[in-house]
C-alpha cells in the first residue's frame, strides 16, 4: 500500500501563488509516475500535471501550462504542484495521485492511477 498525504492547499487572491506537497510513504516505490488532478463542485475531476518519477518528462493541462510547476524531493518522497497567476477558475480540491505504470498508460486520466491522497482545497478569490 502507499498513502499520499497533500498539504498547502488555501485561500489566496488572484494573481498569488501556491506551493502544494503531496507526501508518499508506505510502499511508494522510485518508479512511480506521480500527477495532481483536481475537482470543483459540480464538475469532474480533470488532470493537471503528472511527473515521472524517475526521469524529467513531465505532461500539463492546457489550463495551467506555464503557470505551474510539478517537481519531486526524491529523498522527502514527495511531490510538489507550484501554481502561480492562480485564477478564480482554479479553485478546486487539489488530489495527488502515484501509480507505477500510469506513465505506461496515459498519465492524464485518473484511471491510470491506483493511489490517491484525501485532497486539499485551493480557493482563488477575485
Known amino acids: 500500500q502507499v498513502q499520499l498525504v497533500e498539504s498547502g492547499g488555501g485561500l489566496v487572491q488572484a494573481g498569488g501563488s501556491l506551493r502544494l506537497s503531496c507526501a508518499a510513504s508506505?510502499?511508494?516505490?522510485?518508479?512511480?509516475?506521480a500527477a495532481w488532478f483536481r475537482q470543483a463542485p459540480g464538475k469532474e475531476r480533470e488532470f493537471v500535471a503528472a511527473?515521472?518519477?524517475?526521469?524529467?518528462?513531465?505532461r500539463y493541462a492546457d489550463s495551467v501550462k506555464g503557470r505551474s510547476t510539478i517537481s519531486r524531493d526524491s529523498a522527502k518522497n514527495t511531490v510538489y504542484l507550484q501554481m502561480n497567476s492562480l485564477k478564480p477558475d482554479d479553485t478546486a480540491v487539489y488530489y495527488c495521485a502515484a501509480d507505477p505504470t500510469a506513465w505506461d498508460r496515459d498519465p492524464s486520466l485518473p484511471e491510470a492511477y491506483e493511489y490517491w491522497g484525501q485532497g486539499t482545497q485551493v480557493t482563488v478569490s477575485s
Open positions: 508506505g510502499r511508494a516505490s522510485s518508479s512511480y509516475a
Open positions: 511527473k515521472s518519477w524517475t526521469t524529467i518528462r513531465t
